[in-house]
């Protein structure tokens, strides 16, 4: 059975998915702090979370609702391809810099 495309501890309770336990790194159920915080299948996508955020941001829930992370939030979920197959590549897209030169002399 495939998951939906939550994490594995979501989809397991609404029988989604096979199992709660994290299919990374069949440790623990793979919940979102899991995701987040714990997951060592994830350690170096978390570390380059963490520089993109700034050292002093805590990584937790509270992330998913801050606007000034969303690039950084959604990096992560793109370098993890944890949800690639339920719904692409979440990588945030770079913006050519014609289009960004574009932009500015637009506004200024």
């Known amino acids: ?14 029988h989604l998915a ?15 702090t899991h995701f987040l915080k ?8 978390r ?18 609702g801050a606007k000034q992370h969303q690039r950084a939030l959604f990096a992560y979920l793109g370098d993890t391809k944890r949800f690639e197959e339920s719904h692409g590549d979440l990588a945030p897209v770079e913006q050519p810099e014609e289009e960004e030169e ?3 002399g637009a506004w200024g």
Not at 38 to 45: E, G, L, N
Not at 47 to 61: A, C, F, H, S, Y
């Open 18 to 32: 096979e199992s709660p336990i994290c299919p990374r790194c069949n440790v623990e159920p793979e919940t979102v």
């Open 1 to 14: 059975m495939q998951a939906a495309g939550q994490v594995n501890s979501s989809d397991h309770r609404f």
């Open 47 to 64: 570390r380059l979370l963490r520089k993109n955020m700034g050292p002093d941001t805590e990584i937790d829930v509270e992330i998913l």
């Open 38 to 45: 714990y997951c060592p299948a994830f350690k170096d996508q």
């Open 102 to 104: 574009i932009e500015e």
